[in-house]
């Protein structure tokens, strides 16, 4: 194979991204009160917020969006998605949803009531929050490996099973509606979970008779990084591998905003009918019809196509070399990352860039501030602004959307890491002005100490 990474596509439309001074950063950045979110999009050069709902559709998937069956009821789109989903995910019933938080609160709100444990690998933030509206515990049970930023290991997202076994024996079946393992694991820098950890998760579960879901946003990924890490899977496709992995569960939620290659939708899946009835007369107050869930005949279509382009090996082969690259370019220099690079985005670790600024004044949010100021880049602070003082790192992370940049311009993302890397020095703190009573980062106004 030749070393040079190539994207497997060429470009049939562009859309120009706009440079802009490093003065007129400075404005920007004074008006944007130091929070990137808070920046108009049309100022970002390199816009690496997040992979959610950012990545850009194929031909295909465009061609496809003009067979939308806009029909209310019974689409020939709906018929297309459910194949596509059920092709791969082989679950008996199929929900479309408008994003991946909506499949949540009805999976949660019917599986779940208070007192209920949901542990899971490392709940996202949706999914905490859902568990915990439903009136549960979510309780993160990921292998200790995966909470050590420094700490190589091929699957850093897998449960811990032995602590899994002591939480049932603890609290007794009956407070445990269902396990959940998050496919990667997002909140733990985008680390794969093992076909034999989910083979382990999957027997504990049946022993006691608990559903196993997985939280599927980037199972794709996963189910690469199983080929490449994991012994005998080497010569299994990639879709292979993904039925493989859903084979072992009961049901899912997902996002298709991730691995479904589309900038909205997502669904929710089980195996059981009862569920599933109740699932989809609480779909039918909130979302939609159950053929079509809040999303329109055309997001289905795109989905359904997504969901199989997700899985072709020439793309993730580039995606998770491409990301790979530009986290041990930037290691190679010395830049601390959480390692190993994930599937989805490469995280700074700000505490150690910036061992002179305290944890109170943000290095994280001074760190993704500095990376715009330099080179109009847009990342996310992952720490003391978004989880206060329970936040355990300051991390920037740098999520990479799918098929939207070039490896030239990943290559710009690196220069100008490792140029904010021989200036940090001189990057100062950040002092809070204004902090919402709740999801503070948001909206947060801060200037610099
Ligand atoms: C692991 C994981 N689960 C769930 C979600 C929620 O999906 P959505 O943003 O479509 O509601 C996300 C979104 O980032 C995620 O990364």
């Given at each position: 194979?030749?070393?040079?990474?190539?994207e497997?596509f060429?470009?049939?439309?562009v859309?120009?991204?706009?440079?802009?001074?490093?003065?007129?950063?400075?404005?920007?950045?004074r008006?944007?009160?130091?929070?990137?979110?808070?920046?108009?999009a049309?100022?970002?050069?390199?816009?690496?917020l997040t992979?959610?709902g950012?990545?850009?559709?194929?031909?295909?998937?465009?061609?496809?969006?003009?067979?939308?069956?806009?029909s209310?009821?019974?689409?020939?789109?709906?018929?297309r998605?459910r194949?596509?989903?059920?092709?791969?995910?082989g679950?008996?019933?199929?929900?479309?949803?408008?994003?991946?938080?909506?499949?949540?609160?009805?999976l949660f709100?019917?599986a779940?009531?208070?007192?209920?444990?949901?542990?899971?690998?490392?709940?996202?933030d949706?999914?905490r929050a859902n568990?915990?509206?439903a009136?549960?515990?979510?309780v993160?049970?990921?292998i200790?490996?995966?909470?050590?930023?420094?700490?190589?290991?091929?699957?850093k997202?897998?449960?811990?099973?032995v602590?899994?076994r002591?939480?049932?024996?603890?609290?007794?079946?009956?407070?445990?509606?269902?396990?959940?393992?998050?496919v990667?694991?997002?909140s733990?820098?985008g680390q794969?979970v093992?076909?034999?950890?989910?083979c382990?998760v999957?027997?504990?579960?049946?022993?006691?008779?608990?559903?196993?879901?997985?939280?599927?946003c980037?199972?794709?990924e996963n189910?690469y990084f199983?080929?490449?890490r994991?012994?005998?899977?080497?010569?299994k496709?990639?879709?292979q591998i993904?039925?493989?992995?859903?084979?072992?569960?009961?049901?899912?939620?997902m996002?298709?905003?991730?691995?479904?290659?589309?900038?909205?939708g997502?669904?929710?899946?089980?195996?059981?009918?009862?569920?599933?009835?109740q699932?989809?007369d609480l779909?039918?107050?909130?979302?939609?019809?159950p053929?079509?869930?809040?999303l329109a005949?055309?997001?289905l279509?795109a989905i359904?196509?997504?969901?199989?382009?997700?899985?072709?090996?020439?793309?993730?082969?580039?995606?998770?070399?491409s990301?790979?690259?530009?986290g041990?370019h930037?290691?190679?220099?010395?830049v601390?990352?959480?390692?190993?690079?994930?599937?989805?985005?490469?995280?700074?670790?700000a505490r150690?860039?910036l061992?002179h600024?305290?944890?109170?004044?943000?290095p994280?949010?001074a760190?993704?501030?500095?990376?715009?100021?330099?080179g109009?880049?847009r990342s996310?602070?992952i720490g003391?602004?978004m989880?206060?003082?329970?936040?355990?790192?300051?991390l920037?992370?740098?999520?990479?959307?799918?098929?939207v940049?070039?490896?030239?311009?990943?290559d710009y993302?690196v220069?100008?890491?490792l140029?904010?890397?021989?200036?940090?020095?001189?990057?100062?703190?950040?002092?809070l002005?204004?902090?919402?009573?709740?999801?503070?980062?948001?909206?947060?106004?801060l200037?610099?100490?």
């Amino acid at each position: 194979m030749p070393r040079t990474i190539i994207e497997p596509f060429r470009i049939k439309s562009v859309e120009p991204i706009r440079w802009t001074t490093r003065r007129e950063r400075e404005q920007l950045l004074r008006a944007a009160h130091y929070n990137l979110f808070l920046l108009p999009a049309a100022d970002v050069l390199i816009d690496l917020l997040t992979d959610s709902g950012t990545g850009a559709m194929s031909t295909h998937q465009w061609a496809a969006v003009m067979e939308g069956d806009e029909s209310y009821a019974g689409s020939k789109s709906f018929d297309r998605f459910r194949a596509s989903v059920q092709e791969i995910f082989g679950y008996r019933h199929v929900i479309p949803t408008h994003q991946g938080r909506a499949a949540e609160r009805i999976l949660f709100g019917i599986a779940c009531k208070k007192g209920d444990l949901v542990p899971n690998n490392t709940h996202f933030d949706t999914t905490r929050a859902n568990v915990e509206f439903a009136g549960a515990e979510a309780v993160d049970l990921v292998i200790p490996e995966g909470r050590q930023s420094q700490t190589d290991h091929p699957f850093k997202g897998n449960m811990d099973v032995v602590a899994l076994r002591e939480l049932i024996v603890r609290v007794g079946r009956d407070r445990i509606p269902l396990v959940m393992l998050t496919v990667t694991n997002n909140s733990g820098g985008g680390q794969p979970v093992s076909m034999a950890n989910i083979c382990e998760v999957s027997a504990l579960c049946r022993e006691h008779k608990i559903p196993l879901y997985f939280d599927a946003c980037r199972f794709a990924e996963n189910a690469y990084f199983i080929k490449l890490r994991e012994k005998g899977y080497d010569s299994k496709t990639p879709k292979q591998i993904a039925q493989e992995m859903f084979s072992y569960g009961d049901g899912c939620t997902m996002s298709a905003k991730k691995d479904g290659m589309a900038n909205i939708g997502g669904f929710l899946c089980t195996n059981d009918d009862l569920l599933a009835q109740q699932q989809k007369d609480l779909l039918i107050l909130t979302e939609g019809y159950p053929t079509y869930g809040g999303l329109a005949g055309r997001d289905l279509e795109a989905i359904a196509v997504g969901l199989q382009e997700a899985l072709e090996e020439d793309y993730l082969r580039y995606r998770i070399a491409s990301t790979a690259y530009l986290g041990n370019h930037v290691a190679a220099q010395g830049v601390p990352i959480v390692q190993p690079p994930g599937g989805h985005a490469i995280y700074l670790d700000a505490r150690a860039f910036l061992p002179h600024v305290p944890v109170e004044q943000f290095p994280g949010v001074a760190l993704a501030a500095e990376l715009y100021l330099e080179g109009g880049i847009r990342s996310v602070e992952i720490g003391s602004l978004m989880f206060g003082k329970s936040a355990k790192m300051d991390l920037v992370r740098l999520a990479i959307p799918r098929r939207v940049y070039t490896q030239s311009h990943i290559d710009y993302v690196v220069e100008i890491i490792l140029e904010v890397w021989r200036k940090r020095g001189s990057i100062r703190g950040l002092k809070l002005n204004y902090e919402a009573p709740f999801l503070r980062h948001f909206t947060a106004k801060l200037e610099p100490v």
